[in-house]
């Protein structure tokens, strides 16, 4: 092409999108992860399959047939002897982590009959067990180890785009009845109700023939990519193209520019745009005449850049040399356990999966075991027991593996003096130089430091024995004293102690000196009352309170309690009255300015997806920066009296993408989506907002509805989206959300990718809004 040609021209010599390219089989399809790896060592032996034991307890070690699906996504698995047709599965994109030998609780404690390199551990996001494994040879293990990560990888390279080419391909697969790569009418119809989607006989029939162009009542080759370029159309992000494109249908940079004005990218510039061309723009000449096509344009409201969240936020971009009480801190409560707290089981995978999600307060309920060995588990229960090494053994190998900021040991001391003491000599020699012994400042010993000169550092939370100062104002230690230390959880659990041995009591309230001397910023003490005058600081004290007084001191006092937090740390945990592990609501606590707001990881909800979007930010490193005013110790600020409101957020609900089938085994079954819009803040600034529901739509929906909220305190607001299946009956099934702070959501037409129950990506599902935040 020669420079002379108008733009105009430029765009009839374009090719149509190869996006969706003929294909026979998924592996060959657009985006498919398998694309640049068939010839790979390793996924070739995967695709054979290779039978290994899954190992689940002391003697059950039975062998199954693993292989890798021609989708490159999912790994199929059979019995030996097989009963049954086999359904099992697990999909890529689900692994959280693959380690290599003894690594996992399961091998550690069923797998000694095996050698650590043909061993090795898939870990799962959510709540899904691991899968302990071991092959017949270290080179096989290997193989799996390899390939598994190279897939990641690849999955991880992907963009939203090859992983819709993808998904829909892999559902033209399945709908391919004959396999014998044509689709009658009625393999078109299966396949729409596969992928949500409950079209008009006619209007299906209609598209149908307006592909067939060989008029033979199939389609295949390129009528088969005709007819998923029409399923797949986004009218909206054509119209928007089209406004800013003109008649010829191609973005110069300087209008690609005026978009990005528009959307509220404040700091683009001319170079911006043009950049975003070289990345995202698919046809190599348009490229080179610094033009974008729709399909450029689509790529770059699918990828992150385009996406709700504020991609600078995606990085550790907070200042981090501030005093530990300057912070929200990502806590867990009863972090050992999987399940409940009545009979659930222990483990200390729980801690590394808390890790894992960037949690960095975990917590040890520690009691008195056999053979002079402390154990962890939930007292007066039947959760099942695990040994206190084991879990500091799990924090030594995985604290650091998400972030690199400090973790938070919080004791919940039962045991007795001597077993105290083993505890001490634990945490030492397995944490070695990890573990702060002294203070860091010998000049101000009680002054907190920051999480950047704590990183790679553990603290431990605990009792600490009464000081004295000598005549300098340095602590001397008194072995005879304890600290006002019973923490407001044991208090509360006073009645179940009483059915314990007077002496077990006794020993449970004494504190050895061992690990006294561990408790160095962090000792735990009881917030019974808060002083409205001002009180000598003490910021090495960790107040414990229950959700049910924090939430009292918040509405009661809530500018004393935001006072107090501006130098103390303070850690709020569920009541005891919660033995199903339910949360409560933790954006009460950080109103106030509480930072470790402790929660029951292992069980999903809303109270955790707050939880996973207040820490989104940030590097997702487990440490967020509390606004100004919960940081200064003059502070007037008062979560009941946030004064009048002073910005407006506007959400505008386009549409919905790809939702998920909630029900796979019911073919006819399609959701009828609406979306709510949540606003989480100080109670003045709570509220939700739904759209209408759209019927039997669950593929394209489309609402085209406004919703505002009027906000006070904005700094605190979290914003969660949230997709259900409307029910007339019963209540609404959960389809998918998402939530980040509002101070992290971009103006603009952005998409929201959204989560799971549990957390686990729902990709390709995405919202399509238009949001707007004004400042009064």
């Not at 735990?524 to 005058?533: I, K, W």
């Not at 935001?562 to 609501?585: C, E, F, I, K, W």
């Not at 952005?750 to 399509?768: E, N, Q, Y």
């Amino acid at each position: 092409m020669n420079r002379g040609l108008s733009r105009h021209n430029l765009v009839l010599t374009l090719p149509p999108s190869s996006l969706l390219g003929e294909a026979a089989f998924p592996m060959d399809c657009p985006g498919c992860p398998l694309k640049g790896l068939t010839e790979d060592e390793d996924v070739q032996a995967m695709l054979r399959g290779s039978r290994l034991l899954k190992i689940r307890s002391r003697t059950w070690h039975k062998e199954r047939l693993y292989r890798l699906q021609e989708d490159g996504l999912s790994v199929w698995f059979q019995r030996r002897i097989q009963h049954a047709p086999s359904k099992h599965i697990f999909f890529v994109q689900h692994i959280e982590a693959v380690r290599e030998g003894h690594q996992s609780e399961g091998l550690r404690r069923f797998g000694g009959a095996y050698a650590p390199a043909r061993c090795l551990t898939i870990a799962f996001k959510g709540r899904r067990k691991n899968l302990d494994l071991a092959a017949p040879t270290a080179e096989e293990a290997q193989c799996w180890v390899r390939g598994l990560a190279k897939l990641r990888e690849r999955l991880e390279a992907m963009s939203q785009r090859e992983r819709l080419d993808h998904w829909i391909w892999s559902y033209l697969h399945r709908a391919d009845s004959d396999q014998d790569s044509k689709m009658s009418f009625k393999e078109i119809k299966s396949l729409l109700r596969m992928v949500n989607v409950d079209m008009n006989d006619m209007y299906a029939y209609r598209l149908f023939k307006e592909c067939d162009h060989s008029n033979n009542e199939c389609l295949e080759g390129a009528e088969i990519e005709a007819f998923l370029r029409r399923l797949l159309r986004r009218p909206e992000l054509e119209e928007i193209f089209r406004r800013y494109s003109g008649e010829d249908r191609v973005l110069s940079a300087s209008e690609l520019l005026e978009f990005l004005e528009d959307q509220g990218e404040d700091s683009a510039t001319l170079a911006c745009a043009r950049q975003l061309i070289q990345t995202y723009e698919l046809n190599e000449t348009a490229k080179q005449h610094e033009l974008m096509t729709l399909d450029g344009f689509i790529m770059y409201l699918l990828s992150p850049e385009g996406a709700a969240l504020n991609m600078a936020h995606s990085c550790v971009f907070q200042d981090m040399g501030q005093p530990l009480a300057h912070y929200f801190i990502s806590s867990s409560h009863n972090t050992y356990l999987t399940d409940s707290q009545i009979g659930g089981p222990s483990s200390t995978e729980a801690y590394v999966r808390a890790f894992a999600q960037g949690c960095r307060c975990v917590e040890l309920d520690c009691w008195e075991g056999p053979g002079g060995e402390p154990l962890i588990y939930h007292g007066h229960t039947l959760t099942s027991k695990i040994l206190f090494r084991d879990v500091i053994q799990a924090v030594h190998d995985h604290a650091f593996t998400s972030s690199p900021y400090p973790v938070i040991l919080s004791l919940e001391n039962h045991c007795g003096l001597e077993q105290q003491a083993v505890m001490a000599h634990h945490l030492r020699s397995i944490l070695g130089d990890m573990l702060v012994t002294q203070a860091l400042d010998s000049h101000n010993p009680e002054e907190l430091p920051s999480p950047e000169q704590l990183k790679g550092r553990v603290l431990v939370k605990g009792k600490k024995l009464l000081t004295a100062r000598n005549e300098d104002g340095r602590m001397l230690l008194d072995g005879r004293m304890l600290l006002d230390g019973e923490e407001e959880e044991e208090e509360e659990e006073e009645t179940e102690e009483a059915l314990e041995a007077a002496e077990q009591r006794r020993r449970a309230k004494q504190i050895s000196p061992e690990l006294s001397a561990l408790a160095v910023y962090c000792c735990a003490s009881r917030l019974r009352t808060l002083d409205p005058r001002p009180s000598p600081p003490q910021p090495y004290k960790v107040g414990s309170l229950s959700e049910r007084k924090a939430r009292k001191f918040t509405r009661e006092a809530g500018n004393s309690f935001a006072r107090h937090n501006t130098q103390q740390l303070t850690r709020v945990y569920p009541m005891g009255l919660r033995m199903n592990s339910a949360n409560y609501n933790p954006q009460e606590m950080w109103n106030a300015g509480c930072q470790l707001v402790a929660l029951n990881f292992q069980t999903p909800g809303y109270e955790m997806d707050l939880n996973t979007g207040r820490f989104l930010i940030n590097g997702q490193c487990g440490y967020v920066l509390k606004p100004a005013y919960l940081r200064q110790l003059d502070t007037t600020f008062d979560p009941e009296c946030p004064g009048p409101p002073s910005t407006t957020l506007t959400v505008q609900v386009l549409t919905a993408q790809q939702l998920p089938k909630l029900n796979a085994e019911k073919p006819s079954s399609i959701v009828d989506p609406l979306v709510r819009v949540e606003v989480h803040g100080v109670p003045a600034d709570c509220a939700h907002k739904e759209t209408d529901y759209v019927l039997n739509n669950g593929f394209n929906p489309c609402w085209k509805q406004t919703l505002k909220f009027q906000l006070r305190v904005p700094e605190l607001v979290l914003v969660r989206f949230v997709v259900e299946d409307y029910d007339s009956t019963s209540p609404n099934d959960f389809v998918g959300q998402f939530t980040l702070p509002l101070n992290s959501l971009k103006q603009g037409y952005r998409h929201i990718h959204l989560l799971s129950k549990d957390g686990a990506s729902l990709s390709p599902a995405t919202l399509f809004v238009h949001i707007r935040i004004q400042n009064s």
